[in-house]
C-alpha cells in the first residue's frame, strides 16, 4: 500500500529527522507507528545515521500492530525486523538475527539491558506508549536509564504524557533528554515544581504544582516534544458520551453502604474483607457491579442491576456489534453467561474476526485492549460496564473505535449505579484528570499550518 503523509504527519516524520531526542504526543489514530517507521526507514536508507533500531512496545502491539505497520507498506516492507518475545531461547535467537528493526515488549526491557549490558547494540530506540515508564522506581525505567547513554537518537510516543499529573513527566522525560529539561534528579524537578500536598507528620502522599509551575514546565518542553490532538487535525465522527444513572435498590445500598463503613460484609461462606482503603475502593466498585470477591478469592453474586441495564442496552442496539469493556473477571464470567455470543478480545483472530463484522459482542479489560488495538472497523458502540481508576486506560480504550477509518458516530456508553462509586470515579476522578491532560497537550501543540501548493 502507497503511503501518503498527511501534513502533519510530514511534520513529525521531519522533526523525528531532524531531532536526536523527541517526544511525539499524538492523539490516538492519528498514525504514530508510520510516522515513526517512514522516519527510521529514511534515517536507515537516505542519511545512513542509524543501523539497529529498537522498538519497546506493549506486548499485543509488539506482536501484532508494528509487525503489520511494516508489512503494509510499500516503502517500510523491504525492512527486516526480529520480534523478540517469547521464552528465553525464542528471545535470543530473535536477537541472533541480523535485522533492521528489534521489536520488544516492554516486560522484557529489563532482561535485555542485562544481556547487552555496556555491549548495547541499538543506536535508536522507539519507546511506544512512553507513558509506561512514568515511574522512576519500575525496573523497566531503571534498566533503560542505564544504557541510555549509549543510545545515539530516542523517540517516545504516546497520547497521555502525564495521566496521573505533572510528577509522571520527570522519568519519560528523562529518558528523551537525560535531565536537560527538566532536570537530572526526580527530587530536584519535584523540589523546583512542587509543594507538599497531603502529608501526615513527615510522610508526604502527594505534591501539588506551585504556582506557575505548570507554564513553566511546559516552557522546558517545548523544544523537546511535539502535541497534536486529532481534532485539530481529522476530520473524526463524532463522540457522544452517554450516562445510564442506575437506580440502585435500597437492599444493595444497605450492602453497599455497610461496607463503606466497616470494611466488611460478613458472610458465613467467606467474608467481603477490604483491608485498606485502596482495597475498598475496588470492593465498592465490585459491588456496584453485582458481585464481589471474598476472602477465599470465591465470587459472591450480590445483584442483577446493572447487568440488567446492559441487557436492555444490547436489546437496544438490535444487533449492532458492541465493543464492551468489563473490570473484573467475574463480570466478563457472568457477561459471557448471560450472552454466550459474546467473545473475548484476549481469544485467537478476535481482532480480525471483530473488524470483520462478525463479533456482535466483543469484550476486553482496558488494560488488554488500550494500546495499539485497531477495533474501528467492526463497531461503533461502546459499553463501559465497570470503569478504570486510570486515565490512560480509560482514554486509550476509548480511542479504539474513535480514530482514523471510523464511519459513525462513536456512542460511550457509561453503566453508573446511582450511590456509588461508579459515579465518583467518572466525575471526581476521571474528569479532573482529564483537564489536567488537555491542559499539558494544550501548551505542548504545535502550531503548524497546510501548506497548499
Not at 436489546?315 to 468489563?326: C, D, K, V
Not at 486510570?390 to 456508553?413: D, P
Amino acid at each position: 500500500m502507497e503511503f501518503e503523509a498527511k501534513y502533519y504527519q510530514k511534520y513529525c516524520i521531519d522533526k523525528m529527522i531532524e531531532c536526536p531526542e523527541l517526544g511525539l504526543i499524538l492523539d490516538m489514530g492519528m498514525g504514530k507507528s508510520i510516522i515513526s517507521l517512514t522516519a527510521i526507514e529514511e534515517l536507515m536508507y537516505d542519511y545512513f545515521s542509524i543501523r539497529k533500531v529498537l522498538i519497546i512496545a506493549p506486548l499485543r502491539p509488539a506482536l501484532e500492530t508494528w509487525p503489520t505497520e511494516i508489512l503494509k507498506w510499500n516503502h517500510t516492507k523491504h525492512m527486516t525486523f526480529s520480534v523478540v518475545i517469547g521464552s528465553k531461547e525464542k528471545r535470543l535467537a530473535a536477537l541472533a538475527k541480523d535485522t533492521d528493526l528489534y521489536i520488544i515488549n516492554r516486560e522484557n526491557v529489563q532482561w535485555l539491558v542485562e544481556y547487552y549490558k555496556k555491549k548495547w547494540p541499538f543506536d535508536m530506540v522507539v519507546i511506544d506508549e512512553l507513558s509506561s515508564f512514568k515511574s522512576n522506581k519500575a525496573q523497566r525505567f531503571r534498566a533503560l536509564k542505564k544504557v541510555r547513554p549509549y543510545i545515539k537518537r530516542i523517540a517516545g510516543l504516546t497520547g497521555t504524557p502525564s495521566p496521573n499529573g505533572l510528577l509522571d513527566l520527570w522519568p519519560e522525560m528523562y529518558l528523551l533528554d537525560e535531565g536537560k529539561a527538566l532536570g537530572r534528579t526526580l527530587t530536584g524537578y519535584r523540589d523546583q515544581y512542587f509543594l507538599p500536598d497531603k502529608r501526615n507528620a513527615q510522610t508526604i502522599f502527594s505534591w501539588k504544582p506551585k504556582p506557575d509551575a505548570e507554564e513553566a514546565i511546559y516552557k522546558k518542553l517545548e523544544s523537546l516534544c511535539i502535541s497534536m490532538k486529532t481534532a485539530d487535525y481529522l476530520q473524526l465522527p463524532e463522540r457522544l458520551d452517554i450516562r445510564h444513572e442506575i437506580e440502585t435498590s435500597e437492599d444493595t445500598l444497605s450492602l453497599y453502604r455497610k461496607l463503606e463503613k466497616d470494611m466488611l460484609l460478613p458472610y458465613d461462606d467467606g467474608d467481603i474483607d477490604a483491608g485498606s482503603a485502596a482495597i475498598l475502593v475496588n470492593k465498592l466498585l465490585q459491588v456496584a457491579g453485582g458481585a464481589a470477591y471474598n476472602e477465599n478469592g470465591e465470587v459472591k453474586i450480590l445483584h442483577d442491576e446493572k447487568l440488567n441495564t446492559l441487557d436492555s442496552l444490547i436489546e437496544e442496539a438490535n444487533g449492532q456489534p458492541i465493543l464492551l469493556f468489563y473490570a473484573y473477571k467475574h463480570e466478563r464470567d457472568r457477561i459471557m453467561e448471560r450472552h454466550p455470543e459474546a467473545v473475548d478480545v484476549k481469544d485467537r483472530s478476535a481482532v480480525k474476526e471483530w473488524n470483520a463484522g462478525n463479533i456482535p459482542i466483543l469484550l476486553a479489560h482496558p488494560a488488554s485492549a488500550g494500546h495499539g488495538l485497531n477495533l474501528q472497523f467492526g463497531g461503533h458502540i461502546v459499553i463501559w460496564y465497570g470503569l478504570p481508576c486510570s486515565l490512560e486506560l480509560y482514554q486509550q480504550a476509548n480511542k479504539r473505535v474513535h480514530r482514523m477509518g471510523q464511519k459513525e458516530t462513536v456512542l460511550i456508553h457509561h453503566l453508573l449505579m446511582k450511590g456509588t462509586a461508579d459515579t465518583w470515579v467518572l466525575d471526581q476522578v476521571l474528569a479532573p484528570k482529564t483537564e489536567r491532560q488537555d491542559a499539558l497537550l494544550d501548551a505542548l501543540k504545535a502550531r503548524i499550518k497546510e501548506v497548499t501548493i
